[in-house]
């Protein structure tokens, strides 16, 4: 077999080389592929079949990884990834390395990080060598994860200038969904409302793409004011710290009555605001820290 199969492991790599290349074409020659390495039982991997067809296998499957990250199927670069790891794992004295470990190694990693498996994302890092740590497809998911943890979000979002392949740009902007939602939730659970141009920069989305942003507040049932580009959160639990501290100052209590005392802190919030003299930071403390390291952006 390993005749044919080099032959069709050439073509394979040609189609899916090809600047103008059809990615339907590539599709069908892996699916075509893939049948026969489960046929033949190399497709998973094993260690007595002919070292040169479990090398032609493996870089079939690697290919076919990276179409699926290109085609933005995540499910098929999954089935494709989990049959990969026998090959790596299980045959590293009987096949020599591949040249294309540690871009799969850095996709892992960064698709593990775009779905907030943590845990799954460290056990992979403490299985490594230092040397696989400082190649440039793995030091990248790493930085990420890092950034991730010091709120750094402008950086990762500035790492779409560095992606060293086009699969990772897509687990890329996958991943900056994830750091969205993070940031929207804080949104909603320190404001009543927030300008549009503000949430533009603060959900990091260019002032181009207008139409991206309203298609992600609409899936978090956002409403926009035509009149005053202002959006409300309808499903946000916090009252709006800005008018009742007004109406404490006004001497006005949360039923829209005269208060009888001044009391320092907003009672008419009925527990659910913050003391006067409290730091509003913790409230919105990550929100503006966002802003502030979006200054160099917007």
């Given at each position: 077999?390993?005749?044919?199969?080099?032959?069709?492991?050439?073509?394979?790599?040609?189609?899916?080389?090809?600047?103008?290349?059809?990615?339907?074409?590539?599709?069908?020659?892996?699916a075509?592929?893939?049948?026969?390495?489960?046929?033949?039982?190399?497709?998973?991997?094993?260690?007595?079949?002919?070292?040169?067809?479990?090398?032609?296998?493996?870089?079939?499957?690697?290919?076919?990884?990276?179409?699926?990250?290109?085609?933005?199927?995540?499910?098929?670069?999954?089935?494709?990834?989990?049959?990969?790891?026998?090959?790596?794992?299980?045959?590293?004295?009987?096949?020599?390395?591949?040249?294309?470990?540690?871009?799969?190694?850095?996709?892992?990693?960064?698709?593990?990080?775009?779905?907030?498996?943590?845990?799954?994302?460290?056990?992979?890092?403490?299985?490594?060598?230092?040397?696989?740590?400082?190649?440039?497809?793995?030091?990248?998911?790493?930085?990420?994860?890092?950034?991730?943890?010091?709120?750094?979000?402008?950086?990762?979002?500035?790492?779409?200038?560095?992606v060293?392949?086009?699969?990772?740009?897509?687990?890329?902007?996958?991943?900056?969904?994830?750091?969205?939602?993070?940031?929207?939730?804080?949104?909603?659970?320190s404001?009543?409302?927030?300008?549009?141009?503000s949430?533009?920069?603060?959900?990091?989305?260019?002032?181009?793409?207008?139409?991206?942003?309203?298609?992600?507040?609409?899936?978090?049932?956002?409403?926009?004011?035509?009149?005053?580009?202002i959006?409300?959160?309808?499903?946000?639990?916090?009252?709006?710290?800005?008018?009742?501290?007004?109406?404490?100052?006004?001497?006005?209590?949360?039923?829209?009555?005269?208060?009888?005392?001044?009391?320092?802190?907003?009672?008419?919030?009925?527990?659910?605001?913050?003391?006067?003299?409290?730091?509003?930071?913790?409230?919105?403390?990550?929100?503006l820290?966002?802003?502030?390291?979006?200054?160099?952006?917007?």
């Amino acid at each position: 077999m390993s005749v044919d199969l080099q032959q069709s492991l050439s073509e394979l790599q040609q189609a899916f080389d090809a600047p103008e290349g059809s990615r339907d074409d590539v599709s069908k020659r892996l699916a075509k592929l893939k049948l026969e390495l489960a046929q033949s039982g190399l497709y998973f991997a094993p260690p007595t079949a002919n070292s040169q067809d479990l090398v032609a296998a493996r870089s079939i499957l690697e290919i076919g990884t990276f179409h699926s990250l290109r085609q933005g199927n995540l499910k098929s670069y999954a089935q494709y990834n989990f049959a990969l790891q026998p090959f790596y794992d299980n045959l590293s004295s009987i096949i020599p390395d591949s040249p294309n470990r540690p871009i799969t190694l850095g996709l892992h990693l960064l698709a593990l990080l775009s779905e907030g498996l943590l845990s799954q994302f460290h056990t992979v890092l403490e299985t490594l060598k230092i040397e696989q740590l400082s190649d440039v497809f793995v030091k990248l998911p790493v930085d990420l994860e890092r950034w991730l943890m010091e709120g750094a979000y402008n950086k990762v979002y500035r790492a779409k200038d560095r992606v060293p392949r086009e699969e990772f740009g897509f687990l890329l902007e996958r991943l900056m969904g994830t750091v969205r939602v993070q940031i929207a939730t804080t949104i909603e659970t320190s404001y009543k409302s927030l300008p549009l141009k503000s949430a533009l920069s603060l959900l990091f989305f260019n002032s181009n793409e207008i139409s991206k942003l309203n298609e992600f507040t609409s899936a978090r049932e956002w409403e926009l004011s035509p009149s005053s580009q202002i959006f409300t959160f309808p499903n946000s639990t916090k009252p709006d710290i800005a008018l009742a501290a007004q109406q404490q100052q006004n001497g006005i209590n949360a039923n829209g009555e005269q208060s009888e005392t001044s009391n320092p802190t907003l009672d008419l919030l009925k527990g659910k605001g913050v003391s006067r003299g409290t730091p509003m930071q913790t409230m919105v403390g990550p929100a503006l820290r966002l802003a502030q390291q979006l200054e160099a952006i917007v």
